[in-house]
């Protein structure tokens, strides 16, 4: 059983940053592959990154160039640093973790996903 909190949420105007963190309960992060969705009021749940357990990237086209993903297997940490932040990246975010090796084929899937954070609030003006 994994345990992940986001934090790392808040407002922020066009063009800002910010660096979103989640941390990971258990022994054994470093064997998960870990993603980043977000959800926007009225819209479906949608990838924004992964990182895989050899730390292979991944990214949403909406969000390359802008966003980068990385993990802390010492502090079982995975972080998403959000630079150049648009109004549409305005959606609650969250934190998942896989234990699928699937994952590595698929890491846009939602469903090979495990576990999954509470979501942190993020909230770009214009």
């Known amino acids: 059983q994994v345990q992940l909190v986001e934090s790392g949420g808040g407002l922020v105007q066009a063009g800002g940053s910010l660096r979103l963190s989640c941390a990971a309960s258990?022994?054994?992060?470093?064997?998960?592959?870990m993603g980043w969705f977000r959800q926007a009021p009225g819209k479906e749940r949608e990838f924004v990154s992964a990182?895989?357990?050899?730390?292979?990237?991944r990214y949403a086209d909406s969000v390359k160039g802008r966003f980068t993903i990385s993990r802390d297997n010492a502090k079982n940490t995975v972080s998403l640093q959000m630079n150049s932040l648009k109004p549409e990246d305005t959606a609650v975010y969250y934190c998942?973790?896989?234990?699928?090796?699937?994952?590595?084929?698929?890491?846009?899937?939602?469903?090979?996903?495990?576990?999954w954070g509470q979501g942190t609030q993020v909230t770009v003006s214009s």
């Open positions: 258990g022994r054994t992060f470093s064997r998960y592959a």
């Open positions: 998942a973790a896989s234990r699928s090796l699937r994952v590595e084929l698929r890491p846009s899937i939602s469903n090979e996903y495990d576990y």
């Open positions: 990182i895989s357990r050899n730390e292979n990237t």
